[in-house]
């Protein structure tokens, strides 16, 4: 009966001191310092600069961020996102800047600086010890954990979206080299015609297309176009053009990459062999 005794004693004791810790812990992360106190969703304009480089500027589009410069571009939206957490950062050291201090840790010439609308931050050098990063903003200093900075050195071809089409793009023609599709009332044709194709593969086959996401997108190399694949798509819920706008892709290559060029971006998508071969073939497993 003793033994049991304070065992259910000992378990009380580890209750209320674990009651203990998790006020103590929440305490202290209500008393935390932020970086800043941007409102992160009135954000409208966003402006990545590394050194002397030129500038990267990002702006919103109907609640989507795109890339205004230095070329107008789709952008990844969940980097763009991990760009904005620096802003609500939790600092673990500050202190007021002087001119002294700018150059102990880097931000006399800072390797980025961050804009967020009018706001600027400052990015300096890493901890000799910590996994840590100086900052400045406004008028202090502050150390901040250094897996905040990982997106702050993405350059303008990291932030592009890997998709190959919007993703509320519909096609509703799709003409490749060997084959070609097209909606009609919700139905698909293909030439040349092919009995055994399902309904079902014929969409799979669409949805690849839709939905392929590139290995990496980077700016046109002026390689010739070998042969082409030309798009339609559905006009956009909400507005009163019937038109389909087309697509023009151009293929660079189909091995050891298959690459597609977007005219329209300048850009290369770059996708491996097999995942070219599921493209442009719809009997390809």
């Avoid at 571009?73 to 620096?86: D, G, H």
């Avoid at 903003?137 to 089409?165: C, E, N, Q, T, W």
């Avoid at 919700?186 to 014929?202: K, Q, V, Y």
């Amino acid at each position: 009966m003793r033994t049991r005794w304070l065992l259910n004693l000992g378990l009380v004791v580890l209750v209320a001191l674990l009651a203990v810790f998790a006020l103590n812990k929440r305490d202290t992360d209500d008393d935390r310092i932020l970086l800043t106190a941007i409102d992160l969703d009135s954000v409208k304009t966003v402006r990545l600069q590394h050194g002397d480089d030129e500038p990267i500027v990002i702006g919103q589009q109907l609640d989507k961020w795109v890339l205004l410069a230095p070329e107008p571009a789709r952008a990844n939206q969940f980097k763009i996102r991990n760009l904005l957490r620096l802003a609500a950062a939790a600092s673990e050291w500050q202190f007021a800047a002087n001119s002294d201090s700018l150059g102990k840790y880097g931000l006399d010439k800072p390797v980025a600086r961050l804009w967020l609308d009018d706001q600027v931050i400052h990015i300096g050098a890493r901890h000799p010890l910590k996994n840590s990063q100086y900052v400045l903003y406004k008028d202090a200093v502050h150390m901040i954990p250094a897996h905040y900075f990982d997106s702050s050195a993405y350059g303008y071809v990291d932030l592009i979206s890997s998709r190959l089409f919007a993703d509320h793009r519909q096609p509703v023609v799709l003409e490749l080299p060997q084959l070609r599709l097209q909606r009609n009332d919700g139905t698909w044709t293909i030439e040349p015609e092919d009995e055994s194709l399902t309904a079902d593969r014929i969409n799979d086959f669409v949805e690849q297309w839709r939905n392929v996401r590139a290995l990496a997108v980077v700016r046109y190399a002026g390689r010739p176009v070998l042969d082409r694949v030309r798009v339609n798509f559905a006009a956009d819920e909400g507005t009163t053009n019937q038109t389909r706008d087309q697509l023009e892709l151009g293929i660079l290559s189909y091995e050891p990459d298959f690459v597609l060029y977007r005219q329209d971006e300048n850009l290369e998508y770059r996708f491996t062999e097999d995942t070219g071969k599921r493209l442009l073939n719809i009997n390809a497993e």
